[in-house]
């Protein structure tokens, strides 16, 4: 009875993916509990869906579920563990709907362990054991589980696929060496291995070697990160102290100003007011002087006048100035006027230093390389003579000007067959491969025009999305409509602003990663940027409706 109240609890205990005991038990949110590792790894293989299912309910998710421990449940789980809790009989051990079955299983399939390479077959533990047990069997090759084995066998002569082929680079049965592969290099399949073995530990050298080199260069952008820091910290704080210096100088000299102004004018009314002072005396003496006078000339007696009359003596001479100059308000003018021409000046030094100081801080480039341009002129410096190639064009587009315009015609154009050509869209790239900096202008009329950049190896043939700019990740596409612009890449539109124009151009950084559309005109305004890594050369690419060109530009 113990024992099968065990078997109970090992079914509701056990996990529905994996069949086995609980580990680490979740719960996702429609209520069920699976083993942290078996429905992570579900939910990895939906992932590329947008859409999660519960394996159990089939409950849809939009979102990933979020994956909560079950404290409780593990809890239990632990507990009855120590009880005798053991996994369900056998149940574990039968095949799921991603597992690889046993070939030899009849009725309900077992899950495989082991495959062999030479019998082409999956075995399960008990119908494996032969190969242990059997001298012949056990030189045998056992590998893990796998789906693939049919992938050995000759679709030709349904024979096991031991050869390989190197002129063909492919691996053949025995009796195709005899046919379609007569004459040809051929070498065992495990001497090309062990070639290709020697290839690939070099491959694995290169790429450690590379990591090892990457991870250098993350440290020294590390230490550049703290040094730009460092550095931005001390620029401001020098600045902050010769600025507050500068403040502390404007300062001195106001007050040294204010300090010579106020000096001079005391000195000034000092000596006005001593000249007032003397004026005033001489004022009372000429009264005093006219008063006597004046009595004198109402003396009757005539002799007593004349004995009174003083000598007749001229006025003496004033020491001060006969008449005082009085100028007009402008005491201290000119020291306004000398300020204000200092601050003119310095403002104007300010100016010309604070442009310096801008192109300064603006020009700091950590990787040392150079930054995308900022004027036509400066895009003008990379500009590359571009033309198109004939063999690339579809059958319906008309070249001219030397290859450098194409235009889409209602017939069919006399071009030779070429495996280059594109077949259904009406597209053509560039003969020149594009690397470093290169800048060049698309002028274009008539219906929509696609500017690209593209690798040369996007598919040519057909109307599928792996041959169409902007339908696939070969390639990085600005559409222009008459007053409209649409970003594509890998089938995803991103809208655009921006004034519209006949004339597109381009600027590309191959080695920075770097991409960037302008709608060219007067000026030049930023369509779109694109920063990536480019694994491989561009060719300017154009998709078209009515005529586009592209221009040379000086």
Known sequence: MAQQGNQLDSVKFSCSICLDILKDPVTIPCGHNYCMNCIKTCLDEEDHRGVH????????????????????????????????????????????????TCDFCTGRKVKAVKSCLICLVSYCEKHLQPHYDVAQLKKHKLVDPSNKLQENICSLHDEVMKIFCRTDQQSICYLCTMDEHKGHETVSAAAERCEKQKELEVSRQQIQ??????????????????????????????????????????????????????????????????LQEKLQQEITDLKRRDAELEQLSHTENHNQFLHNYPSPAPLSGSTLSPSIQIRPLRYFEDVTAAVSETREKLQDLLRETWTNISLSVAEVDVLLSEPEPKTRDGFLKYSCNITLDPDTANSYLLLSKGNRKVTVMKEIQSFSH??????????????????????????????????????????????????????NNKCWTLRCDTDTYTFWYNNIQTPVSGP????????????????SFYSVSETMTLLHRVQTSFTQPLHAGLSLRGSAELVKVK
């Open 209 to 274: 070697q590379r990591i090892q080199d990457r991870e250098k260069d993350v440290e020294l952008l590390q230490q550049e990160v703290e040094d730009i820091n460092v550095s931005a910290d001390k620029a401001v704080e020098d600045s902050e102290k010769t600025f507050n210096e500068v403040i502390r100088l404007l300062q001195k000299s106001s007050s040294d100003v204010k300090q010579q102004v106020r000096s001079q004018q005391e000195q000034e009314v000092s000596r006005v007011k001593d």
């Open 500 to 515: 519209p124009s006949s004339r597109v151009g381009v600027y590309l950084d191959h080695r920075a990663g770097l991409l």
């Open 418 to 471: 070429h495996p280059d050509r594109f077949s259904y869209w009406f597209q053509v790239l560039s003969k020149e491969g594009l690397t470093g900096r290169c800048y060049w202008e698309v002028e274009w009329r008539g219906g929509a025009v696609c500017v690209a950049v593209v690798y040369k190896n996007i598919s040519r043939k057909g109307n599928s999305d792996d041959s169409g700019f902007g339908y």
């Open 53 to 100: 299912t519960c394996p159990l309910c089939r409950e849809t998710f939009m979102t990933r579920p979020v994956l909560v421990r079950n404290s409780m449940l593990a809890e239990l789980v632990e507990d009855l563990k120590k009880t005798g809790l053991q996994a369900a009989p056998a149940d574990h051990c039968y095949a799921g709907p991603e597992d690889v």
